[in-house]
Nanobody, 121 residues
Framework: QVQLVESGGGLVQAGGSLRLSCAAS????????MAWFRQGPGKEREFVAR????????LYADSVKGRFTISRDNAKNTAYIQMNSLKPEDTAVYYC??????????????WGQGTQVTVSS
């Protein structure tokens, strides 16, 4: 059974940066599409970014495009999201997710516990 564990969240001032990590165990990391989602207070969970199995293809929500960068290191079974130029509206619990389905509409199969990111103004 796969487990995903996020780390790297914390408090940061607007304009600052954070890098979140997602360590995977219990499965073949390289076969999974990895993604980041977030859920702000009183909001629905929203898509942030995803990266393909080989790391070639990436996709970002418009709200983070140009500021966030998703990456992965298959040798380390770890996915990352580098978050720059953070804004207060980026405040949320950030979740790492993995799916092994081929279609973009396939549900994500595993989720991390979430890590809090708080951006102050």
């Amino acid at each position: 059974q796969v487990q995903l564990v996020e780390s790297g969240g914390g408090l940061v001032q607007a304009g600052g940066s954070l890098r979140l990590s997602c360590a995977a165990s219990g499965s073949t990391f390289s076969t999974a599409v990895m993604a980041w989602f977030r859920q702000g207070p009183g909001k629905e969970r929203e898509f942030v970014a995803r990266i393909s199995r080989n790391g070639v293809s990436t996709l970002y929500a418009d709200s983070v495009k140009g500021r966030f960068t998703i990456s992965r290191d298959n040798a380390k079974n770890t996915a990352y999201i580098q978050m720059n130029s953070l804004k207060p509206e980026d405040t949320a619990v950030y979740y790492c997710a993995a799916r092994w389905g081929w279609a973009p509409s396939d549900p994500y199969d595993a989720w991390g516990q979430g890590t809090q990111v708080t951006v102050s103004s």
